[in-house]
DNA sequence: CTGTTAGCGCGTTCAT
DNA sequence: ATGAACGCGCTAACAG
């Protein structure tokens, strides 16, 4: 195995000043450094990290925390949060808390055994008060999309209030007057916020939103087809549906098909997302456009600012703009 | 900070007896692991994974390369190798090339260096003969859905040629003898293994293919569009279309859709990986369905056994079979 | 069964 | 600008 005291024998140096090569070149004679960086490349010599860390308490590594690898929605973040602290010369351990509350304990714990510099982390189970707890230790804890009171500073997120509203508005604008919606768990924050969102736009245009066509659901494609029979058993009036996610809308793109119910001409569906489905669903799914590379990215970079105490890592906002990406799914009601 | 010493005090033992009780503990006095437990406990200590690392020269940690997190291809394997790993204590390390060479170089010298005890890695870039090199180090690597030569001991991955054989023979079953074809890049063996395949067993029946309807093209959508709109300005004739990946077909759903043909009344397609996007396609798309997931766990239990060097870790075979989805793209003509 | 001790490979003083 | 020496926290002989 090659270590440091083999390049400095070859080099006729001390470990030091190869240490000293690596690390703070500028303290090193031209000469001296140059027969050292030699050394290390006929050798092929590469610094043990495990040595590393341990010696200077630092692992250049930010870990990452997503619910799960198989949806693109985690995905889409994960690859920001990389491309951000690839940038910098930090590495990514993600590790996947598969949606319970034990794999977020443990994966935050994990995380931090492995001397990981700071963390960005995506969690649902954990409540604010737990998270602040893991916050008041030494290293930088980011949470990405999610806000975590008391953490305000080191939360990057989606204003889901103003997506919310933004989705009404969008529906009003097409002319739409009477609606439904299917949200996500009411103990996810974005679900509430997206609610209230909604429903205060449609409260300035003096429009109310039954109780019974507010349906609590669960984020996926079933939960979003179960949905959509149980709000057509009603037999309520509605024109359009606001979707908390693409996958639920996918779902009661499903039921409507069975169902013999024209997209959008008998109803319209608006999702949330922009979720790599939406575009492959016929008629294409209109959808509120969430930035999740740039969520990540900006997620990655904020926790190389708060590690480094360099605030010019990262500036801009931490809150994020939802956008509307208009395809097919949503009928405007004013062109008849 | 809580270190072994600080346990040791405070347990009244010596920093061996407490690494005992974390590594061996059948090795110690049930009381007096007891007594040990509990400054543990008391203590919140957690082992220093850095420290370990370096003394013992193992990280239970498996690096893991896939081409980005981004496409639920990679994500299902994913979550199938930290399924596996979890099992049996051991953390995932994964880095993603993002689809470059200089990518999965860096990432394989990087996951080296970070002491992991093997490496699973999806590679596109690298050649057989680059990878065999590192493979002759001293930590096992499992090519995950990649067969490698001169290291099919190492290689997890889809029989691709019976693949191609049974898409072909699930088209004729339907009644179908005029094909098209829209391939993965060359440069994927998995590409030429699933040409291969189909074309043989057309041959099996008498049937040719046409060259100019076999197009190469690179596993996007838009490659998928682009290779539809090329073999409709052809005027060839064929009934159905074997897609490499169902991404591709998709974006033959939607040249069809521009060109007002139906699926799969006038032209029947077939894809490949049974991907999310294929459900949520007009009509369902029929697929070759590859066990992703499965392919993933297999490669984390493989890496595993070589690890540990205990074959009964990983049983069952390397080679993985791939099924038909069936869904309504493909139309069965003898039913006319 | 338990304690002592010597490294693991590197960064970092402190001298020179 | 360079080298000697110590310590990071832990594991692994070796004694006892």
């Known amino acids: ?44 010599y590469r610094p043990n990290q495990y040595a590393r860390g341990l010696a ?6 930010i870990g990452v925390i997503v619910n799960r690898f198989s949806s693109t929605y985690y995905g889409f973040m994960l690859d920001g949060v990389e491309e951000a602290l690839v940038e910098y010369g930090y590495k990514t351990l993600a590790e996947s808390s598969r949606e319970t509350a034990e794999g977020e304990n443990q994966a935050l714990l994990s995380l931090i055994d492995r001397q990981c510099d700071a963390l960005v982390i995506h969690t649902n189970k954990l409540t604010d008060i737990e998270l602040a707890q893991y916050q008041n230790k030494a290293r930088p804890i980011v949470f990405m999309n999610r806000k975590v009171q008391a953490c ?42 997206r609610t209230n969102g909604f429903i205060s736009t449609l409260k300035e245009h003096a429009i109310t939103i039954d109780k019974d066509c507010i349906i609590e659901s669960d984020f996926t494609v079933q939960g979003g087809y179960d949905s959509l029979c149980r709000l057509l058993k009603q037999q309520k009036h509605f024109t359009a549906i606001f979707f908390h996610n693409d996958e639920m809308a996918a779902g009661a793109y499903k039921a409507c098909r069975e169902h013999g119910i024209a997209i959008p001409s008998q109803i319209s569906i608006l999702g949330f997302d922009d979720a790599v489905i939406a575009s492959h ?33 990262f500036q801009g906002s931490k809150l994020f703009t939802a956008t509307v990406k208009e395809r097919d799914s949503v009928k405007d009601i004013n062109r008849e």
């Open 56 to 61: 200077s308490k630092t692992s250049k590594t």
């Open 1 to 44: 195995m090659v270590t440091l005291a083999t390049v400095s024998k070859v080099a006729g140096v001390s470990t030091a000043t190869v240490s000293r090569v690596l690390n703070q070149p500028h303290k090193v004679d031209r000469n001296t450094r140059q027969v050292v960086e030699k050394a290390i490349e006929k050798l092929g």
């Open 152 to 193: 305000e500073n080191e939360s990057i997120y989606l204003d889901n209030k103003s997506a919310g509203q933004l989705a009404a508005s969008y529906l009003l604008q097409k002319g739409h007057t009477s609606f439904a919606m299917v949200t996500g768990p009411k103990s996810y924050h974005e679900s509430v916020s």
């Open 281 to 313: 669903l016929t008629p294409g799914l209109t959808t509120i456009e969430q930035p999740l590379a740039e969520i990540g990215r900006a997620s990655g970079l904020l926790a190389l600012s708060l590690l480094k105490n360099k605030p010019e890592i």
